[in-house]
């Protein structure tokens, strides 16, 4: 089975921009979960997703969203840029509740926000 | 509130040597916990993993631990191999639940 794959892998955007991230999970898999990794603050659970429902979220802000497709393919929004966005955004997927069963992630996309 | 964390933030082995990574829980009701090891510039890695009602499991080279009576989690790296230099992140879990990962420990090795 192909892993999960996220594009684009690199992404420079300015502040007040918006970006949207995509996130294909390994095939079979419903749930799909979104986390923001810095150095800082390590892997911090921004929302989860499955059968498009947002069944999970995280203590980040509004601007931060996202939606999950009938094929369980997932995006993620993060709108009016902050310099603090800068991160290595992740995607994980696996096959019904990620902390019933193993969660695996994609190779992220690291997002730069000048 | 729930949390993981991990005794120590850093770990420098000897190659060939075993490593040893410590990770505490709170969360008495998580019945599931992962290892996962990341790699610069990849994402985590799913290493191994162990249910609450076993207290070890071994897989090539590792060995998870588990001490419900203390809250307690180890990974076990035998034979330390250069290839093993990452962080490594224990997570816990449970049924209907997201998961919740640890701080990480970078573990690194000596020639």
């Known amino acids: 089975k192909a892993g999960v794959t996220q594009t684009p892998r690199y992404l420079i955007k300015t502040r007040g921009q918006q970006v949207t991230l995509s996130c294909s999970p390994i095939?079979?898999?419903?749930?799909v979960s979104w986390y923001q990794q810095t150095p800082g603050q390590g892997l911090q659970f921004l929302f989860e997703?499955?059968?498009?429902?947002?069944?999970n979220k995280g203590n980040f802000p509004g601007r931060f969203s996202g939606r999950q497709f009938s094929n369980s393919r997932s995006e993620m929004n993060v709108s009016t840029l902050e310099l603090g966005d800068s991160a290595l955004y992740l995607c994980?997927?696996?096959?019904?509740?990620?902390?019933?069963?193993?969660?695996?992630f994609g190779p992220g996309t690291r997002l730069t926000v000048l | 509130g729930e949390s993981v964390g991990l005794h120590l933030p850093t770990l420098s082995v000897q190659e060939g040597d075993n490593s040893i990574i410590n990770c505490a829980y709170s969360?008495?009701?998580?019945?599931?916990f992962i290892w996962y090891k990341q790699e610069s510039g990849k994402g985590p890695q799913f290493i191994i993993d162990?249910?609450?009602?076993?207290d070890k499991r071994q897989g090539q080279r590792v060995t998870v631990l588990l001490n419900k009576t203390v809250k307690h989690l180890s990974l076990q790296i035998a034979a330390t191999q250069p290839g093993d230099s990452a962080v490594y992140f224990c997570?816990?879990?449970?049924?209907?639940?997201?998961?919740?990962f640890g701080s990480g420990t970078r573990l690194s090795i000596r020639p």
């Open positions: 994980a997927s696996t096959t019904d509740y990620p902390g019933a069963d193993t969660q695996y």
């Open positions: 095939s079979g898999h419903r749930s």
């Open positions: 997703y499955f059968s498009e429902t947002q069944r």
């Open positions: 969360n008495s009701a998580s019945d599931y």
């Open positions: 162990i249910r609450s009602n076993m």
């Open positions: 997570a816990e879990g449970s049924s209907a639940s997201k998961i919740i």
